[in-house]
């Protein structure tokens, strides 16, 4: 059977490869062989699954695959971040951002080829939509990099906007928090967005994963003019929205604010945030811009950022100043974007 035409294993439920595997006259009971060999003890090859009979791991071979592909490349940058491409169907790969920190390291995986939004700061949204990502390779980008065994965190923060891709992001988390498959606490995964509403509350809804909103601004209209989703999803809507939900025990809800200079730094944005946010058990993450080619955004000076900051603890919102990582290799916030790669 040719490859593409194979029934993906990865990012399937036990049910599922049951069902499947009864419908081609193979033993039910292989489904939690499968779930084990995969999840647990994270084979490459069929040929590894020695407790399968040869005769049903050669039917795996003729009509099933992992799901599984390495890492086309790895950037290392001086400060232990390490930014991976993989490669797609499209031609076009995605990256994924490795971030050790002491006794953590997180994942920033990415859950389209490129993205929709086309946030006037990112680089990913400049370079248009090209596919959405299967669950398998969503998952793969966690078990394919030679760092997998070390992850403690994993966040849908890479590229594409993962609430515009609902049914597999929702898919992978469920693979992330089965029991008989990773086994994760879902507070060890944390989804980035920028707030589009139905995809949203069916993570709110459906998971217990922490929430991270790309806010950026407490202006309306600044923000609409900056992430044009604004438009159909206006953020005031969100919050509102947002505060039927329960975040006073274990799940985490956060703000992402990227501080530019001179455009949303000033202490009257900050009283602003404070005013909008009012009524939410919440945190803010304030992250430095990188620059990008062409764009009239310019990262706010430091000692204006940690005022800022300072100014919103006083306050009472816990906040705190993103450390960046892996700038040298363009793995930071905004930078990943892969059309100049696929062009060499």
């Not at 084990?36 to 050669?58: A, C, G, P, Q």
């Not at 065994?149 to 469920?174: K, Q, W, Y």
């Amino acid at each position: 059977m040719e490859a593409e035409n194979r029934f993906v294993l990865l990012g399937k439920t036990q049910a599922e490869l049951k069902t499947w595997l009864q419908e081609n006259a193979m033993p039910g009971f292989m489904a939690s062989q499968l779930m084990d060999w995969i999840y647990k003890k994270r084979v490459r090859s069929f040929d590894e699954m020695t407790n399968i009979s040869l005769k049903h791991r050669e039917f795996l071979k003729e009509n099933a695959t992992l799901g599984l592909a390495a890492p086309m490349a790895c950037a290392c940058s001086k400060d232990g971040t390490k930014k991976y491409l993989f490669a797609t169907s499209t031609g076009i790969g995605i990256e994924a951002v490795y971030i050790p920190d002491h006794d953590r390291a997180t994942l920033c995986v990415s859950s389209q080829v490129g993205c929709k939004m086309h946030c006037a700061f990112c680089m990913t949204g400049r370079m248009g939509y090209k596919a959405s990502l299967a669950a398998h390779e969503i998952l793969n980008q966690v078990l394919s990099i030679e760092d997998s065994l070390s992850l403690t965190n994993l966040v849908f923060m890479g590229m594409g906007e993962p609430c515009d891709n609902i049914e597999a992001v929702l898919r992978a988390i469920h693979t992330l928090t089965d029991e008989k498959a990773f086994a994760w606490s879902p507070k060890r995964i944390t989804l980035s967005t920028i707030g589009l509403w139905p995809g949203l509350k069916r993570v709110l809804d459906e998971t217990s994963v922490h929430i991270a909103l790309s806010l950026h601004t407490p202006d309306a209209i600044q923000r609409r003019e900056w992430i044009p989703a604004q438009k159909a999803y206006p953020v005031n809507e969100t919050l509102q929205a947002l505060k039927n939900y329960d975040f006073s025990h274990q799940r985490r809800l956060s703000f992402e604010y990227i501080m530019f200079d001179g455009l949303n730094d000033e202490m009257a944005h900050a009283r602003k945030l404070l005013s909008l946010l009012n009524g939410l058990k919440c945190r803010m993450n304030l992250i430095r811009f990188h620059r990008i080619p062409d764009t009239p955004f310019s990262p706010s000076p430091e000692e204006k950022i940690q005022a800022f900051a300072d100014f919103l603890n006083a306050k009472g919102l816990q906040t705190t100043v993103r450390a960046s990582r892996g700038e040298d290799i363009q793995a930071a916030c905004g930078l990943l974007s892969t059309i100049e790669k696929d062009k060499n």
